[in-house]
């Protein structure tokens, strides 16, 4: 850089000059200048199809407010199906159930999770009959169902692996039956997609697929969606099947053994604390990779954008972005109504 003397500098003193641009080789910002070159450089994309919406529901009329996950609501059958064909409209291809189930159908074997005549078959059918291009998910655990609130059969203090598995087979087939598309294991026992897999293939359900919750960790950001469901373990926690929030490696071993039992898509949940999980999985599968923006990532968004601190606009999009950009193909999401329409409107 050439220096001059400044006017009225003591001689041999130089200061920089400006006049001229530094000569640098590279200039990242070039890419930077305007919506085109970023669009160039843009590596990561989020669009309408990459958001599944999650919908509860319920056995009474109407809807339900949810005090702790504002703008969610617990949904009648009725209901169920004006959301879905508006979140429909709006560009979202598909839906996750969970329900809540009334006091009286709970038990300790969790037996109403496979009723034929039961709420999410219900559900299920309720929207394939109206809107049969949509993609429908179920939920695969007994939590909803298990008057224990564990996502298996309990004895002694304990969750029963293989008796849970050999239920789970019949809640699987059971929203088979009704016309779902995919089920989704969210119990995490040992051997389940295995045992889903030939237990749909054996019924004939060869191409209902199934989405695997494979790094589903024993998160403090369930609370309010088991408010929702009402749904908390009544004694306890899941930390001996769910997995540690400490560990990543161990997240490979569960991907290999579902990519083996032959799960058809696969997931991480919760999905922003664990972006560094959804990466590893990226380069170690070719299935596709979900990720569950869980309930208390969506309360702690809404609360501080109803005290007015973020912008919610902004940083769901933003954090809907970073999610694709670990490397999820699909998000689960309470904001995909909402991002569906902004990322329709620019």
């Known amino acids: 850089m050439r220096v001059r003397p400044r006017p009225g500098a003591s001689p041999g003193v130089a200061v920089p000059r400006f006049e001229e641009p530094l000569l640098l080789p590279q200039r990242p910002r070039r890419n930077r200048r305007n919506d085109v070159l970023r669009g160039f450089a843009r590596e990561a994309t989020l669009a309408q199809r990459h958001l599944v919406l999650p919908l509860f529901i319920h056995a009474g009329l109407g809807r339900e407010a949810i005090p702790s996950m504002p703008g969610c609501e617990r949904l009648s059958l009725s209901e ?11 560009g979202i291809g598909a839906v996750i159930l969970f329900p809540k189930i009334a006091e009286d159908l709970k038990t300790s074997d969790g037996a109403e999770c496979h009723n034929d005549a039961g709420l999410v078959p219900q559900a299920v059918r309720a929207l394939k009959a109206t809107l049969p291009g949509l993609l429908v998910m179920t939920d695969i655990a007994l939590d909803p169902y298990n008057s224990d609130g564990h996502d298996g059969v309990v004895r002694d203090g304990y969750v029963q692996n293989d008796e849970t598995v050999r239920i789970l087979c019949r809640q699987a087939l059971c929203h088979a039956r009704a016309g779902a598309d995919v089920v989704a294991p969210s119990d995490m026992m040992d051997g389940r997609v295995g045992a889903l897999r030939a237990a749909l293939d054996g019924a004939g359900f060869v191409e209902v697929a199934i989405l695997a919750y494979t790094a589903k960790y024993a998160s403090a950001y369930y609370g309010p969606f088991r408010d929702a469901l009402d749904s908390a373990p009544k004694f306890g926690d899941k930390k001996t099947y769910q997995m540690d929030p400490a560990n990543r490696r161990e997240a490979l071993r569960e991907l290999a053994l579902d990519e083996a039992e032959g799960a058809d898509l696969v997931m991480v949940k919760p999905a922003g604390p664990y972006l560094d999980v959804i990466a590893l999985l990226r380069q170690h599968t070719a299935l596709p990779i979900a990720a569950y923006q869980v309930s208390g990532e969506y309360a702690m968004i809404k609360a501080a954008c109803h005290n007015g601190w973020l ?20 998000i689960l999401t309470y904001f995909a109504r909402q991002a569906a329409r902004w990322l329709r409107d620019g």
């Open 311 to 330: 912008d919610e606009r902004k940083v769901v999009l933003e954090s809907l972005l970073g999610i694709r950009r670990a490397g999820a193909d699909l």
């Open 80 to 90: 169920l199906v004006t959301e879905a064909t508006a979140a429909h409209a709006e």
